[in-house]
């Protein structure tokens, strides 16, 4: 019986063996596809990469976390033909319609062609500049800016709106554009530190409250273009003589 089973196990083992060297083979075959792949996808990787001159093709495969390439991105505007100036000036179509700064002297940057109203309001500048670039300031665009000593307004400037620098509390000296033609409502209104001012030949009217509470006015010259002379226009001036 026992040498029945042994010839039986060798006939099996026999019948086997063709089959097993056959997988073997197989298995042996499949590998070698799979290194040349990845040996392909390897060189395709390395060609289309362009690396550093100290790296070769045979390491690059092995490093990682490269550094991107910085690049010089232009800043993209705001929205539309918004853009912002020195960080800190908002323009639209070449007018000023935001201030983000805080600066004690603002210089506002040549080119810009109107200022919006309300852009300087409140703000705690102690001097501005307003380049001859500007051709109007609008309604309430410095009001109460409580320590703004003194202004110049370029010739460039052909209107300025109500209440432009209401209620500027310290502002003592004020240059005007000899191209305005009125003086609007409220324009120097509580300005009661403000002690003389020109109005420049050429202006035709001095609207309502123009100068109203400027307690310290003392002297005005007043051009024979004035035509009109509003309400209440120089109202408690009370050093006005």
């Known amino acids: ?130 380049p001859d670039s500007v051709t109007s300031i609008g309604t309430c665009a410095f009001q109460s800016c409580i320590y703004l000593t003194s202004v110049s307004i370029p010739n460039s400037i052909i209107y300025i709106g109500e209440s432009a620098f209401r209620a500027c509390t310290n502002l003592m000296n004020v240059s005007l554009s000899n191209a305005i033609t009125t003086i609007e409502e409220g324009t120097f209104a509580y300005c009661p530190r403000l002690s003389k001012i020109t109005i420049p030949d050429g202006v035709t009217r001095i609207g309502v409250s123009a100068f109203d509470h400027c307690k310290s006015l003392a002297s005005i010259s007043i051009p024979d273009s004035v035509t009109s002379i509003g309400r209440c226009a120089f109202e408690e001036c009370s050093d006005l003589t």
Request: glycine content about 4%; charged content about 30%; aromatic content about 6%.
């Open 1 to 130: 019986m026992k040498k029945v089973l042994v010839a039986l196990t060798l006939v099996a083992a026999l019948l086997l063996t063709p089959f097993a060297m056959a997988e073997a083979s197989e298995l042996e075959a499949a590998e070698a596809v799979m290194d040349e792949a990845v040996v392909e996808i390897e060189d395709l990787l390395i060609d289309d990469v362009d690396l550093p001159d100290e790296i070769t093709a045979s390491d690059a495969l092995e490093v990682e976390d490269l550094e991107p390439v910085a690049e010089d991105i232009a800043p993209a505007a705001i929205e539309g033909n918004r853009y912002i100036l020195d960080d800190v000036f908002e323009v639209e179509d070449g007018i000023l319609v935001t201030y983000y700064g805080n600066a004690d002297n603002v210089v506002i940057p040549s080119g810009i062609t109107g200022i919006r109203e309300f852009v300087f309001n409140q703000k705690e500048m102690r001097s501005v500049y307003i």
